[in-house]
Nanobody, 119 residues
Framework: QVELVESGGGLVQTGGSLRLSCAAS????????VAWFRQAPGKERERVSY???????SYTDSMKGRFSISRDNAKNAVFLQIDSLKPEDTAVYYC?????????????WGQGTQVTVSS
């Protein structure tokens, strides 16, 4: 029922910042738990962060500090701010919504946005 579209990725230098956007259409993004994932070449997909319907945020331990998730209900979007970018942050970043606790899966996914950090 909801479509997710990521944007904001690109090529940046080490130490730079990016704000990734996950824009929703069809439903209010605040109706869902929304998570950010990333997948680097040759590595498994890993969760970066999530934000609940109530606005509670959580971060994977290795992502704490440089990553910040937020939601703007007026824009119907969830954002991921990444500061002090490192080459190892290079990955395709995805947003996903509507976590299903029994399976651990998400019902909706965006197409991903590429983040490339040059050394």
């Amino acid at each position: 029922q909801v479509e997710l579209v990521e944007s904001g990725g690109g090529l940046v230098q080490t130490g730079g910042s990016l704000r990734l956007s996950c824009a929703a259409s069809g439903r209010s993004i605040s109706d869902y738990l929304v998570a950010w994932f990333r997948q680097a070449p040759g590595k498994e997909r890993e969760r970066v962060s999530y934000i609940t319907r109530s606005g509670q945020t959580s971060y994977t331990d290795s992502m704490k500090g440089r990553f910040s998730i937020s939601r703007d209900n007026a824009k119907n979007a969830v954002f991921l701010q990444i500061d002090s970018l490192k080459p190892e942050d290079t990955a395709v970043y995805y947003c996903a919504a509507d976590w299903e606790p029994l399976t651990g899966e998400y019902n909706y996914w965006g197409q991903g946005t590429q983040v490339t950090v040059s050394s």
